[in-house]
């Protein structure tokens, strides 16, 4: 169905989460799998965590190393612990789950936001501490901010789309998509953060990072773990190795059509306007 909507693809080129043209050049290496970043990443980032910042995150290969490091560090606590279980109601398929199902938080407790909150100062991917936790809620204070924050249950509701053809007054055929709330997932809107997979880490920007990458095993993993990070001061690495670099044939391939079929729209649009891309 999709091939049936004609999209238009445009690839951004900016890079707006780091800055040193360096860095950048050999992130891009990474992304296609150019293992003669390695050399680079090997001299510039700190291995020793003799001087790392406390509360330095971790990302892991895989969710038992990670579950393992945030349950040693909420057990070694000293406070009263809490758990919140999460409610389904409806159709909610594992990969809906943007909460873990079980958490246990009490003061003291390293966590990352879920959702989005401007108004309140935070963001989805942002560190704080817990400074109280009850039955009902969490106070939490983030990481930069003057004041704590109050933080309830959230519910996320479960969309499911599908693409249908339709005709239009005409009676041609018109592809659409149709959206509807199929079930809902409601948890406390955290995440324990003294470590979190390379995977749940995508999208995130993050000041500093502890990774591992010797255990890296699926394509791309190197790429994702190494650009969380806006600068190389913020880099530590705990092991590396060849591996890491390992991408996907096939997305490699994808990405250069798409940025052969950009810069050709591009050049339709500068030649021809906009009006080159108004639905027929």
Request: aromatic share 6%; glycine share 6%; proline share 4%.
């Amino acid at each position: 169905y999709w091939t049936g909507f004609d999209f238009e693809p445009h690839v951004l080129k900016t890079v707006v989460r780091q800055s040193a043209p360096d860095f950048i050049d050999n992130l891009n290496r990474a992304r296609v799998g150019d293992a003669s970043c390695l050399d680079y990443f090997n001299a510039h980032s700190r291995s020793s965590r003799a001087y790392l910042p406390k509360d330095t995150l971790v990302l892991c290969a895989n969710n038992r190393i990670a579950d393992s490091i945030n349950r040693e560090n909420v057990d070694a606590l000293d406070a009263p612990k809490v758990e919140f279980t999460a409610a389904v109601t409806g159709m909610v398929n594992s990969g809906d789950k943007m909460a873990p199902e079980r958490i246990v938080l009490c003061r003291g407790a390293r966590v990352m936001s879920l959702v989005n909150s401007p108004q309140e100062g935070y963001v989805n991917g942002t560190q704080g501490t817990v400074t109280d936790a009850s039955a009902d809620a969490v106070t939490v204070k983030f990481d930069g901010a003057d004041e704590k924050v109050r933080i309830e249950r959230h519910r996320w509701e479960i969309n499911k789309s599908e693409a249908i053809v339709e005709m239009d007054e005409e009676g041609r055929p018109v592809n659409r998509v149709k959206t509807a709330v199929v079930g809902a997932y409601t948890q406390i809107p955290l995440k324990l953060a003294y470590a979190i997979t390379i995977h749940k880490s995508q999208g995130m920007t993050l000041d500093r990072a502890v990774m591992d990458l010797k255990r890296t095993f699926a394509p791309g993993m190197g790429y994702v773990a190494l650009s969380r990070v806006e600068s190389l001061g913020g880099l530590y690495l705990a092991g590396v190795n060849e591996r890491m670099f390992l991408v996907s044939p096939d997305a490699v391939v994808l990405d250069g059509d798409l940025r052969e079929a950009s810069a050709a729209a591009s050049d339709q649009l500068a030649d021809e306007g906009a009006n080159a891309f108004k639905p027929a």
